[in-house]
């Protein structure tokens, strides 16, 4: 006949588990009947850290770990930031504003050229201050801002010049909405610091001399980028006004035309026309506080002028760059510049350390006569003048003009020296 087998709550139970119960309640019966020796020593057998008779040791709760522990949290990377000058356009460390400055790249006033610096990859502009910023689309969105006043003064803002070193947030929504025409903004408030006045005239360009930056940008240009006045006074684009005052006067247009020939440089004759100047302007503009009333030459040189006085007041603002528009008032210049034969031709200078190499080209200097160069600053043949960075410094070589009416040569290194080329 066949066994019968336990059975607990409707499930069988195996003969062994039955066996392995009885014995355990058996072992425990008799170490319980043993005396506190005998308890200790089968104890220690069975356990260990068992504590002797006699010793109470305090209970300690159990804490249990997770069977399967998360994954350790990832300590998060610092945004890696680029040493100052990287990409070989500058120096290695700054420690003033000014060695900032000499780095970057100017406008016609000489204020910092940030799209500029952008695009020749001067600056390299990080997402946002906090580490976790992360970069952003820039949007090729041009807006149009047309004044009901006068639209002929209609700004075109270009979210790529800002988008490409200014995240969105910096403008959208607490200056402007996110929708033209919906922010009431009045030449007031941009001058009182406000909407566009935040920047400009702080760390971009003034408001005051860049106004055709923005605005007239259907007016004539010159090769600067600059409004061409003359020629939009010709088109009648423009009907300048008396003066600023409503009771100013019109006066008449003088036709005379005014010479100043440096003794030591006559070949550098300059001509000042009033015909066109007094079309735009009165006489008071310039007459006595930037020129006597009398025909002689001004006490004047290029830094002054690249200082924003004398004929620097308005051109290089307003009107014309100096440094870009000197056949406008050097006819000697102007005349070698269309009646020269252009030089194609490239020389190449290279020093022993390899990163320093120089590449003059003929062709971009075409508006400077040979005789202006050959031979009383630079031999006929490549390599036959020495040259040095002091030399440089002390205003000879290319620093005879470079540094007063063309580029400086500490702030746009690049411009001659190929940046991390070593070839």
């Given amino acids: 006949m066949a066994s019968r087998g336990f059975r607990g709550g ?4 195996a003969p062994w588990a039955v066996s392995l119960t009885v014995l355990t309640l058996a072992a425990v019966a008799s170490i319980a009947g043993c005396s506190s020796e005998s308890r200790y020593r089968v104890l220690a057998l069975l356990f260990e850290d068992v504590p002797p008779p006699g010793e109470h040791r305090p209970s300690v709760p159990v804490v249990r770990g997770p069977r399967r522990p998360p994954p350790p949290t990832p300590t998060p990377t610092p945004a890696e930031v680029p040493p100052a000058g990287a990409g070989g356009n500058g120096p290695t460390s700054f420690t003033t504003w000014d060695d900032v400055m000499r780095l970057l790249p100017k406008d016609q006033a000489g204020n910092p050229d940030w799209v500029a610096a952008l695009e020749e990859k001067v600056i390299t502009p990080r997402p946002g201050i906090a580490p976790e910023a992360g970069e952003q689309e820039v949007s090729t969105v041009d807006v149009d801002l047309i004044p009901r006043s006068d639209p002929s003064f209609k700004v075109t803002f270009s979210h790529r010049k800002h ?5 969105c947030p910096n ?7 996110m ?14 610091d406000r909407y566009c006045g935040t920047c400009h005239g702080k760390v971009a360009f003034d408001i005051a001399t860049g106004c055709p930056l923005c605005h007239l940008r259907n007016f004539p240009r010159d090769s600067s980028g600059r409004v061409d006045w003359s020629r939009a006074l010709a088109q009648k684009l423009i009907a300048p006004r ?17 010479e100043f020939t440096p003794p030591a440089q006559p070949a550098l004759k300059s001509v000042f026309s009033h015909t066109t100047h ?16 009398e025909v002689s030459a001004p006490p004047a040189n290029t830094a002054e002028l690249h200082s924003r006085r004398y004929c620097g007041a308005c051109h290089g603002s307003v009107a014309f760059s100096i440094t870009l528009g000197c056949g406008r008032c050097h006819p000697g210049l102007e005349k070698a510049r269309q009646h ?12 022993s350390q390899p990163p320093v190499r120089t590449v003059f080209s003929h062709k971009t200097h075409r508006w400077v006569e040979c005789a202006s160069c050959h031979t009383n600053l630079f031999e006929a043949t490549a390599g036959t003048t020495k040259m ?36």
């Fill in 10 to 13: 409707g499930t069988g139970t």
């Fill in 163 to 167: 988008g490409g070193w200014l995240a």
């Fill in 171 to 177: 403008c959208h929504t607490g200056m402007f909405e």
């Fill in 179 to 192: 929708k033209a025409g919906k922010t009431p903004m009045a030449p007031e408030d941009v001058h009182g």
């Fill in 242 to 258: 008396a003066g600023f005052r409503s009771k100013s006067v019109d006066q008449q247009t003088l036709d005379s035309d005014v």
């Fill in 278 to 293: 007094t079309k735009l302007m009165a006489c008071a503009n310039c007459h006595p506080r930037l020129f006597p009333m």
């Fill in 340 to 351: 020269q034969e252009v030089l194609d031709l490239d020389i190449e200078i290279t020093k």
């Fill in 388 to 423: 040095t960075m002091a030399d440089l410094s002390e205003g000879k070589y290319c620093a005879t003009c470079h540094g007063k009416v063309a580029l400086d040569l500490i702030a746009r290194c690049q411009r001659c020296h190929g940046a991390g080329d070593s070839k």
